[in-house]
Nanobody, 120 residues
């Protein structure tokens, strides 16, 4: 059973940056970052395919960057120009049955989450 562990959350002022990490990452499969704010549904933030192609939610495009370091087996989410509406619990996840079109995945292993709070 895959157990993912996120780290790097915290509190930052609007306009600031945070970098999230998730271990282990998997070279072959789709991985993604998701978030859930209180009272809201979970949403996909960013995805990365086997070949390194990335997909972003419109709300974070141009501000967030998802990446993998295969040597370190780590998935990252670099978040810049953070806004108060980015405040949420952030989760990494993997789809062990999918290599591409990752935004369509049925993610079947999740981390415990890391809190990101952005103050005005």
């Amino acid at each position: 059973q895959v157990q993912l562990v996120e780290s790097g959350g915290g509190s930052v002022q609007a306009g600031g940056s945070l970098s999230l990490s998730c271990t282990p990452s998997y070279r072959l499969y789709c991985m993604g970052w998701f978030r859930q704010a209180p009272g809201k549904e979970r949403e996909g933030v960013a995805y990365i395919e086997n070949g390194g192609n990335t997909v972003y939610a419109d709300s974070v495009k141009g501000r967030f960057t998802i990446s993998k370091d295969n040597d370190k087996n780590t998935l990252y989410l670099q978040m810049n120009s953070l806004k108060p509406e980015d405040t949420a619990m952030y989760y990494c996840a993997i789809d062990l049955a999918r290599y591409s079109l990752c935004e369509r995945g049925a993610y079947n292993a999740w981390g415990q989450g890391t809190q990101v709070t952005v103050t005005p």
